[in-house]
């Protein structure tokens, strides 16, 4: 699928990512550290241990795991966007998505989006910069050897806000709580609808389970309201 791109005055980014493989969670495993201050060789051997059996819990977190979809939202087109790598081409109310074989022809498709429909006066806006953008950076650049979005690059001109971390420090009262807000908490305080059934945590499994059109609905309702609550919270 093609889609009839304006310019972006902003864009609002999510990403959801799979379940590590196998082959992934071995490679994720000799990054994994015991706690600095452990001189016991058991108690180390433990820690690591520990860690390697919760990367089947929380593996999709990790660097190694892949993109599965990438949601995309900005006030000048009528839908959200999800590019994702499911073999999935149904239509789906609401959303406007395309299926690509694999992760690099995705992040490929989306450097291209970015590049044509973004200047360097186009806002970058995510829910937890230190999540989305390292990760689609990494899966870029060192997984798939392909060009990071101008955008999105370390030290781009491009503004970022961060909905979450603005929120939390200048909006909300209470010591450190722009580190604790969720997106669901401010989509709260915000009053946005958004008709979400399912927590971030369960999208792996979803994929799992091949639920795509759920999955991809998910991407772009968080795309569509981390827009709407950076439009409230900014005045625009």
């Not at 990512?17 to 452990?38: D, G, I, V, W, Y």
Request: glycine share 6%; aromatic share 8%.
């Amino acid at each position: 699928m093609s889609f009839a791109i304006k310019k972006f005055p902003f864009v609002s980014l999510d990403i959801e990512t799979r379940n590590l493989t196998p082959t992934q969670a071995e490679f994720a495993a000799q990054f994994l550290k015991h706690h600095p201050s452990t001189k016991d060789e058991e108690k180390k051997a433990a820690q690591i241990a520990a860690k390697k059996a919760a990367l089947s819990d929380r593996g999709a977190l990790n660097d190694a795991s892949e993109i599965a979809c990438i949601g995309l939202w900005t006030a000048s087109e009528p839908a959200p966007i999800v590019l994702h790598t499911f073999a999935f081409d149904g239509e789906i109310e609401g959303v406007a998505h395309a299926s690509y074989a694999t992760e690099k022809d995705m992040l490929v498709a989306f450097a291209e989006m970015m590049n044509e429909a973004c200047d360097d006066q186009t806002e970058v806006v995510v829910a937890n910069a230190g999540f989305d953008l390292p990760r689609m950076r990494y899966a870029a650049a060192i997984r798939n050897r392909v060009v990071v979005p101008e955008i999105i690059k370390p030290r781009s001109v491009n503004p970022i806000y961060d909905v979450l971390y603005m929120a939390g420090k200048y909006f909300l009262v209470g010591s450190g709580s722009e580190f604790n807000l969720s997106l669901d908490d401010l989509v709260k305080h915000c009053r946005i609808t958004t008709g979400k059934v399912v927590s971030g945590a369960e999208v792996p499994g979803m994929i799992e389970r091949e639920e795509y059109e759920e999955v991809i609905t998910y991407n772009a309702v968080d795309a569509l309201v981390t827009g709407k609550a950076y439009q409230i919270l900014t005045g625009r």
